[in-house]
């Protein structure tokens, strides 16, 4: 075998092989580069789904807020009309006062949400 009759590492041929070491030094996996792609839309996709998961809980909260808001009024309306119920049953009209700022705090949490 004759080192001279070589294509890539005939010694006499050193441009051929400089630009071959330099194409090869160039050339990265593009596998690589899929992977990074796959992981940032994995991530993409868990804070969407987080997203999703912090608006339901949200949406639940101002539920659960809204059914306290409208208990509280009817126990504020139960008082002012004097009925007695198991809610206002040791509630006076002085205690009106009182339920109408529970009514703004929790308009003012419902908003705030």
């Not at 059914?67 to 504020?76: H, I, S």
């Amino acid at each position: 075998m004759q080192t001279t009759e070589l294509i890539l590492t005939n010694p006499d041929n050193a441009e051929v092989f400089a630009n071959l070491q330099e194409v090869a030094g160039s050339l990265q996996n593009p596998y690589i580069d899929i992977y990074h792609w796959a992981k940032g839309e994995l991530f993409d996709l868990a804070a969407l789904t987080n997203a999703v998961k912090e608006r339901n809980n949200c949406e639940k909260q101002v539920k659960e807020l809204d059914k306290k808001k409208k208990d509280t009024q009817q126990d504020l309306a139960d008082v002012a009309a004097g009925k007695k119920t198991l809610g206002t049953l040791f509630k006076n009209q002085s205690d009106a006062g009182d339920l109408a700022n529970r009514v703004e705090g929790l308009e003012r949490e419902i908003e705030a949400m």
